[in-house]
């Protein structure tokens, strides 16, 4: 079962900032908070990940919580091509392996 | 710098005939991911190559499902016979080593079993 917890759904005003919320309070000390989005018919694509810190790339940035029970991925300038499905996984670095949810399915209006 | 290629794109089949999907991941990346995506859902892993040797495959359903990586390049994913729960998104995934930071997934293959 996925270890994540999203909402199913987000609007967002097309120049505004998108705020993408997930909850994982049962992380462990080894696991990686990853981003990834899909666009509609295609595969996910990779967006950021962290592990402590915040981070941010061309793309988006990644806030993570003190206590690393929570993020927030933001998109600084949301554009209809940012419709998509996003998924917040958590990896493991002993497995390697993601477990997705069923993330939250953001809606960029004009 | 070529993505992960999939083929076929879509396939309609009736229940309990097999099916293959194949799968070329971005040339020299060493690991390589089966996922099944349900209508809904997020993809799940089926398994996980590391050059032609399986690393995990705790989700793939063994007694109809089969995957192969011959010469840790191309791989062929296998269903036989089909169910109808077996329609789904099978999408192929590959990174340049287990462990690196991103997966690159492909456009997967989209399998309807009447």
């Known amino acids: 079962d996925a270890k994540t917890t999203q909402p199913p759904s987000m609007d967002c005003a097309e120049g505004r900032a998108a705020n993408l919320p997930c909850n994982h309070s049962t992380i462990s000390g080894n696991e990686y908070v990853y981003w990834y989005r899909q666009i509609h018919s295609q595969g996910p694509q990779y967006i950021i990940h962290?592990?402590?810190n915040n981070e941010t790339n061309e793309m988006a940035s990644l806030i993570i919580t003190e206590d690393r029970k929570s993020s927030t991925l933001i998109l600084p300038h949301a554009t209809l091509r940012d419709t998509a499905v996003y998924y917040c996984i958590l990896m493991s670095s002993g497995t390697y392996k993601y477990i997705f949810g069923t993330g939250t399915r953001l809606k960029v209006l004009a | 710098e070529a993505g992960v290629a999939q083929s076929p794109r879509y396939k309609i089949i009736e229940k309990r005939q097999s099916v293959a999907f194949w799968c070329n991941p971005i040339s020299g990346h060493a690991t390589l991911y089966w996922y099944q995506q349900i209508l809904g859902q997020g993809p799940k892993l089926l398994i996980q190559f590391q050059n032609n040797g399986v690393v995990d495959d705790s989700q793939l359903p063994k007694d109809r499902f089969s995957a192969e990586r011959l010469k840790g390049v191309d791989s062929t994913l296998k269903i036989q016979p089909a169910k109808l729960e077996d329609s789904a998104v099978y999408l192929c995934?590959?990174?340049?080593?287990?462990?690196?930071?991103?997966?690159?997934f492909g456009p997967g293959t989209r399998l309807l079993v009447l």
């Open positions: 962290g592990l402590k």
């Open positions: 995934a590959s990174s340049p080593d287990r462990g690196w930071e991103t997966q690159y």
